[in-house]
């Protein structure tokens, strides 16, 4: 059977999962553990529990042993060996002009290797940085470049709320924060008031964002009376037990409102026929025209007169001379 164990290393303070054979292992032990650099110092978080003989491919550190007398004193040099190496760093840092923040120093366990955690706005040129730092503390020299939220969490402090910073005591992973947050749950916008000791937006701004937007499409769901069908929203309870009768069933479909009936007109008086319409007759003078047909045209009216005869040969009117 194989035991796993949850172990809180000291730096950075992340609880990893652990293979552990020792099942004597109890709560707040110190131990020293094998991790993918190297032997490192941690904490128990959680006593070993029982697990599937599987988790051994799963997990590859494990717990090497607790802590004994030699490992106290090995530990105890490690933090002078920080120290000193903290000052060293801030010195040939000014000394090079380099724009960068240190934020921490951490030694492994096995006194081969020294990693400087530092802040930057920019890239950073520490070649010659690291080559200095190598002959004075004569170590392998690693430098770090991190994020302004991950010197918040090594170094540690109080927050705005008088407790300690939630991603020192318990936060392993920073998820993004956006000003829509602060909006949702009406906070003040101003910065100084919704930013944390790193510079950047409160991370518990998150923790209760989902409830806002839940609450927010509840108030916004229709009712389920808006979505009735008409019919049983005129529906109501009828006031006398006869009445009962009256009402359709479930499946049955609405009558139709009767039509309302009108009165029959009377039938309409035959009109006599209208006489035809005499035309006025012509005078007697003049003879009546002639209707012709519509088809035909009448021709040009001729005039009455010597200019319409035709002259003889002579220049008389006509005739034989």
Request: proline letters at 9%; one cysteine or more.
């Amino acid at each position: 059977m194989t035991n796993t164990v949850k172990i809180r290393l000291r730096k950075p303070r992340r609880v990893f999962t652990f293979i552990c054979d020792d099942s004597m292992l109890r709560r707040d032990d110190a131990c020293i553990v094998q991790t993918e650099r190297g032997p490192e110092w941690g904490t128990c978080v959680v006593p070993p529990e029982p697990a599937p003989d599987e988790m051994r491919q799963r997990y590859s550190m494990r717990v090497l042993r607790r802590v004994d007398a030699d490992d106290e004193r090995t530990f105890e040099w490690m933090r002078g060996e920080e120290e000193r190496a903290r000052g060293i760093c801030k010195t040939r840092i000014e000394k090079h002009g380099l724009p960068m923040k240190l934020a921490d120093v951490e030694c492994t366990f096995d006194k081969k290797k020294i990693v400087f955690y530092f802040t930057a706005d920019d890239r950073v040129d520490f070649r010659e940085l690291v080559r200095d730092l190598a002959h004075d503390l004569r170590a392998r020299i690693e430098m770090r470049h991190i994020q302004v939220r991950d010197e918040a969490k090594m170094v540690g402090g109080l927050g705005g709320c008088g407790r300690e910073l939630c991603c020192t005591t318990w936060l392993n992973d920073f998820q993004p924060i956006s000003m829509r947050m602060a909006k949702k749950q009406n906070l003040s916008l101003n910065p100084s008031k919704i930013s944390g000791q790193c510079g950047r937006l409160l991370c518990c701004l998150a923790y209760e964002n989902d409830q806002y937007e839940t609450a927010k499409k509840k108030r916004l769901a229709p009712r389920p009376e808006e979505n009735a069908p008409p019919q049983e929203k005129r529906r109501e309870a009828p006031a006398h037990p006869q009445a009962i009768s009256a009402l359709p069933e479930p499946g049955a479909a609405p009558d139709r409102p009767k039509e309302r009936e009108r009165p029959a007109r009377p039938p309409r008086e035959k009109r006599e026929p209208r006489p035809p319409r005499q035309e006025s007759a012509a005078p007697q003078g003049d003879a009546a025209p002639e209707n012709k047909g519509d088809g035909e045209k009448r021709g040009p009216k001729r005039r009455r007169g010597g200019r319409g005869r035709r002259r003889g040969k002579g220049g008389g009117e006509g005739g034989a001379g």
